[in-house]
Structure formats: C-alpha cells, structure tokens
C-alpha cells in the first residue's frame, strides 16, 4: 500500500508500507526504502502518527523502515527518535552509484583498467546483448544461485516484477556461440537505472559477458537520460567474509562512489509480541535456516 501526508493539497511525504501477516493473526508494516520524509520535522511526525493508526487497524506489532538517508545525516533532523531503536535492515546499507550525466568516454575512463578491458573483450569475442525473457534468465538464475549460495525467488516473482513495471524495467541476456550465457533485470526510474538481479553460466566465463550487459545496461540509462546508476548494494566495509564480497569485486571495476545510508529503525507498537518475533526469527536462523 502507499500512503501520503499532504499539506495545502501538495504531496509533503510518502511510503510503500508492505503488510507482512504473522501467526495468530498479527502482522508487521515494513516501509522498503522510505519513508521519504519531509524537510518539516511535524509532518514527519503527523505521518508516523497515522502509520500508528494503520498498525492498530493491521494489529501490527511493529513497523520497519530504512529511509534512503546517507548516513552522515541523523534522523533527528527528519523525525523525533525517543521511541525507536536500530533494527535490521533488509536493504543494502551501502552501495555504489555511478554518475551516467557524462559522456560514455569519461564513463569508461574512471572505471578501473580491468573494467574497461573485460568490456572490450567481450565485445571483440563477440558476445551478444540484447532484451529476453523470463524462460531464458530463470535457469540462469537457478545456476547462479547454486553456484554462489544465495536464495532466489520463485518464477513468478521476476515475471511480476517485469509486468508491473512495463516500461520501465527491462531484462538483458548475453548469447555466445548460440547460447545464453548471462542476463540481468534493470529499472529505470525518476532519473535512476538501477541493477537488480544478475546471473551468468558456468560455461563460457572466460569472455566476460557480464561486463558487457552491465555496460549496456549503463548505456540505456543514458539514453533515457537517468542522471545516476545505482548497482544496488556492496558489502560493508570493514566486514569480513561479507557474503556479497565476489560480486562487490565486480561492480566496483565500473567505478563510481560509495554511498551508505542510515540503515533501518523499528517502533514497536506491541512490546511482548515484537520480543516473541525476533526471538523465534533468531532461533530459526541459527538452527534451521
């Protein structure tokens, strides 16, 4: 659901609230990325007062948000905190955004060596890029996920995601000798190219395909005149053994500057029922998942 605090009829702040369901019929509201507040601390405080209302009506037990706030700035400037503690964040706390607004030259130029060079020779092997579809990314996908041991979502999910957006999505496969060897799915929005998933072959990783559908990816947001490309989270720094340590490698060979956020917060609405969840939610994690 998305909600909106209006003054004087101008739009002053918002957020994709998801209802999450819980047993014994609770749920949990999380805000993926917002809310996006305003630079007027009462408003903020206005729409978390109604978000209060929302959670009685959902018997919500908490509500979680990650505000796309750089971390040098404290939410105290956006919203009181005397009611809120740090929680988990289900977003990257940090990533990397490339500036597209300069010419595909300078681009390439303050991209590391092996960037420029991985690009190129995918091009000279003649490694082909051009728009797919699900049936051709999703076993892809299930060979990534094997190979490097991460969790993807089912079929329909990226299908959704694909027919929702229109437009303004678009997923990329790579062809080498005849073959799909690599595919991503890309946003493009408000200015932003974003990269959301990827997922290469075992087969034929010597020719960089990778590379080359990033690249054209970065040349589709320019021609459709985003300002930034967002690669959608690194790993922390400072974090050993991070597990997106091997594709940060990657991404970071495309240049760019590194932007952390604030990372996420929790109220609580219902103290011994939000204590119930994150207990079973540690116990599950440790033992069974």
């Avoid at 390439?108 to 490694?127: D, F, P, S, W």
Wanted: glycine share 6%.
């Amino acid at each position: 659901m998305i909600f909106i605090g209006q003054e004087k009829g101008k739009i002053v702040n918002s957020a994709l609230v998801i209802i999450h369901p819980l047993p014994f019929y609770k749920t949990y509201l999380y805000a993926p990325r917002g809310p996006l507040f305003s630079d007027i601390k009462d408003h903020n405080e206005q729409f978390m007062e109604y978000m209060a209302t929302i959670a009685r009506q959902e018997r919500s037990i908490f509500f979680l948000f990650d505000p796309l706030i750089p971390s040098e700035i404290p939410l105290e400037q956006y919203l009181s905190t005397s009611n809120l503690k740090h929680a988990t964040s289900h977003q990257p706390k940090t990533t990397l955004l490339l500036d597209v607004t300069t010419s595909e030259e300078e681009i390439l130029a303050q991209m590391k060596e092996k960037g420029r060079y991985n690009i190129r020779l995918a091009e000279k092997k003649g490694v082909k890029v051009r728009e797919g579809n699900i049936a051709e990314f999703y076993p892809l996908l299930l060979e990534t996920s094997k190979r490097d041991g991460f969790h993807i979502h089912a079929k329909h999910v990226y299908e959704k995601m694909l027919s929702t957006l229109k437009d303004t999505a678009m997923l990329l496969v790579a062809e080498y000798e005849g073959k799909i060897i690599s595919g991503g799915i890309f946003t493009f929005y408000n200015k932003v190219g974003t990269y959301y998933y990827g997922a290469s072959s075992n087969e034929y990783r010597n020719v960089m395909a990778p590379y080359l559908i990033q690249w054209r990816a970065i040349q589709e947001a320019k021609k459709r005149e985003c300002t930034t490309y967002d690669f959608l989270g690194i790993a922390d720094e400072g974090v050993k053994n991070h597990p997106w340590a091997s594709v940060t490698e990657f991404k970071l060979k495309f240049g760019g500057k590194k932007e952390k956020y604030i990372g996420a917060f929790e109220i609580t609405y219902t103290s011994g029922w939000s204590w119930f969840y994150h207990w079973t939610k540690k116990i599950y994690q440790r033992y069974f998942a």
